[in-house]
């Protein structure tokens, strides 16, 4: 299994990405899916998660009501949509999926991709 991130940018202040997270040789519905985000300096940090069925979500603290995250198993691909964004939500940010169809916290992830960087001018 292989993740591929993409969608990351820079934008201004208030603006919006989308992220994308792209899983390739399995299938999408047999794992939860997270995004994660780290930046300079700083811990690796839990963003969202989204349980196999899309039906139950859970974030972050500081990214609620902005960021929204979802997956479309058809297409083998998981979604973060990023609005309002901060200065302070530049990191990178990576996509995680785990085997536990139900995970919906910072843990337990099998498999991570390799990041998209995310840069929010102020």
């Known amino acids: 299994v292989q993740l591929q991130a993409s969608g990351g940018g820079l934008v201004q202040a208030g603006g919006s990405l989308r992220l994308s997270c792209a899983l390739s040789?399995?299938?999408?519905?047999?794992?939860?899916v997270g995004w994660f985000r780290q930046a300079p300096g700083k811990e690796r940090e839990f963003v969202a998660g989204?349980?196999?069925?899309?039906?139950?979500?859970r974030y972050a603290d500081s990214v609620k009501g902005r960021f929204v995250i979802s997956r479309d198993n058809d297409k083998n691909t998981g979604y973060l949509q990023m609005k309002s964004l901060k200065p302070e939500d530049t990191a990178i940010y990576y996509c995680?999926?785990?085997?536990?169809?139900?995970?919906?916290?910072?843990?337990?992830?099998?498999?991570w991709g390799q990041g998209t960087q995310v840069t929010v001018s102020s």
């Open positions: 989204i349980a196999w069925s899309g039906t139950m979500t």
């Open positions: 995680a999926a785990s085997s536990h169809p139900y995970n919906l916290g910072p843990q337990n992830y099998d498999y």
């Open positions: 040789g399995g299938a999408l519905s047999s794992y939860a």
